[in-house]
């Protein structure tokens, strides 16, 4: 068992089903509702997917973020551009060629790529894909925390996966972005931290008990705790051979 | 104490050949990978690729998914890694062993295969298709369990500079002890998808690439894989050590989505992260694999970065005219042959690079060169302003 101290700073989340996390969590659904992703504007708009969006829109509403911050970033997504890649297999069956402007926006970290160009941050990101995203994401974020010793803004989004593909695990869009700082001293939250309102929390890799709950409960549960600085204990999913990464959150143990 | 981590196992897979020695073999004798585009599909315009002639191991030792053309480019090299893979497993414990695996496409090509069938390409002949075959971590899983990495398992994803992030990844597993050993791989296959989404950029050449070159016109595509075993150092890592890494640095551009940053500032940055965490200075590296991808925006944009962090004196070499851009495979597969030269003291060509444009002011390696290397910087940059640098070092760099 290992348990890496963090500090949450900030959270934020989006769905496009659900009007907030505590929705989500109380399965109460909301008509389709596209995200605005201010943080985006003009030209950078265009051929932006839904993934994209979502990440741009728990971007700009994560507390703290603001435009002049040059913190690095780990973004997180099981399935990627999916919704792109879909549309350029489309063109390809139908036409035998492919869009230059979905092709320069099929990459997974489209995302990563758009957000440092709308901050001008030249800060670092990451982004890391496949079926244990979420747990990959955040223990990615730790140790980038730890290891730059400043805060680590962590971006999580999926969209539903087009069904050409024959998989479908989520009902809509979803989003949560977290600001990640390292805990018990291992890091430097610097001007991002007020002891006053960090949310002490801790990850631990242990091994695999019962498989997650789905992407959007998993980011509602944390993001809802997060801001409610409620404890809590959350299953992020496998990483690796017979072990789980757990977000344990412990307001109660508010680090200075 | 040192922050370095052992390098004790490699392997390789790309146009060059399906076996890490057929594949050194011939980089170091200056010959490139590279065959009509028409070998992988009719294209209505000309171009060369880097076609892995690896076998189809269905039905052999090698997982269920490796029917898919990823998994095959992926496992190629692989197997070659088992017992450097089993003897870190060994030494640490399999739990303490990470697998991290990076890859730009995935299982793309299968996807165009089942969704966008075309008369000249033989259908998937298994099973049929499955979203698993479309993602990379079906890939990473399988390479896990077959080379018995049973700690934390990440798949990165970042374009062109996935290979030298998944490393990032690995080494900060092992800095902050969560595991003490890590398979670092990284894998892409060719698919009608990027061979036309390069195209329609305007940056595939019609010809075999010539980075570096007064008249370069564009990138050589290429399928490839790549790996290595990095290991906590110690003495008994240290004893099977093939070289060293001593730092992996990482920046974002913060410009554009496909194109570099015009001064070339954010790769500068990456690079001097790099030399800064491995104590090199710029100008006394001995030889620098650039990313090097033979267009003209940037090979100008990372010259000029090269010149402000080494000057114009070292020995710069461009592997993707041998092996052709092997995407999110590129930064291993240069990280891979930088670990060959040191054990050779051997730089690699930039083949057809002659006559070397002046406006870069580099000194470009033309033919295979004996050199003394101990530090040898190696650049990924990709899509969204990605850029990634490490430097790979014969050195321990002290206890």
Known sequence: ?256 | MTRRQAITGVAIANGLGARSEAVFARAFAGEDGFRPASDFFAFPFETQLGIVEAPDERGGDFPACAGTRLARVAFASSRQLRPAAAEAARRWGAERVACVFASSTGGLEQSERALAPHPSLVAASYGGFTYADHSADAACAALADDLGARGPRVTVSTACSSGLRALASAVRFIEQGLVDAAVVGSADSLCRTTVFGFHSLGLLAPVATRPFAQDRCGITLAEGSAYVVIERADDDSAGRALGWLAGVGASSDAHHATSPHPDGAGAERAMRDATGRAGVDGAALDAVFAHATGTRQNDATEGAALLRVCGPSVPVTATKSLTGHTLGSSGLTGLVLAVEALRRQEIPPSLRASPVDPDLGLKVVEAPTAARLENILVNAFGFGGSNASAVVSIHHGGA
Request: aromatic letters at 4%; charged letters at 15%.
């Open chain 1, 1 to 256: 068992m290992t348990a890496i101290p963090i500090q949450i700073l900030g959270a934020s989340f989006f769905a496009t089903r659900h009007a907030s996390a505590d929705d989500a969590l109380a399965g109460a659904p909301r008509e389709h509702t596209a995200p605005a992703f201010p943080l985006l504007v003009g030209r950078a708009r265009r051929f932006t997917s839904l993934v994209t969006q979502l990440h741009m829109e728990v971007l700009g509403a994560l507390p703290r973020l603001g435009a002049e911050q040059r913190w690095p970033a780990v973004f997180a997504t099981c399935h990627g551009e999916i919704h792109t890649a879909e549309v350029l297999i489309a063109d390809l069956a139908a036409s035998g060629m492919v869009s230059s402007a979905q092709f320069a926006h099929s990459v997974h970290n489209t995302p990563s790529g758009l957000y440092s160009i709308a901050t001008g941050n030249p800060a670092p990101t990451t982004t890391v894909t496949g079926e244990n995203a979420v747990a990959a994401g955040w223990l990615e974020a730790a140790l980038v925390a730890r290891e730059s010793r400043q805060p680590v803004v962590l971006s999580i989004a999926d969209e539903p996966v087009p069904a050409v593909f024959g998989a479908c695990d989520e009902a809509g869009g979803v989003a949560a972005a977290f600001l990640v700082a390292a805990g018990d001293g291992a890091g430097d939250a610097g001007d991002a931290s007020d002891p006053g309102d960090a949310v002490a929390a801790r990850l631990v890799i242990g091994p695999a008990a019962a498989p997650p709950e789905r992407t959007a409960l998993l980011l509602a549960r944390a993001a809802s705790a997060a801001a409610r600085r409620a404890a809590d204990d959350i299953a992020l999913g496998s990483l690796g051979a017979g072990s789980a990464l757990r977000l344990q959150l412990d307001p109660a143990r508010v680090s200075s």
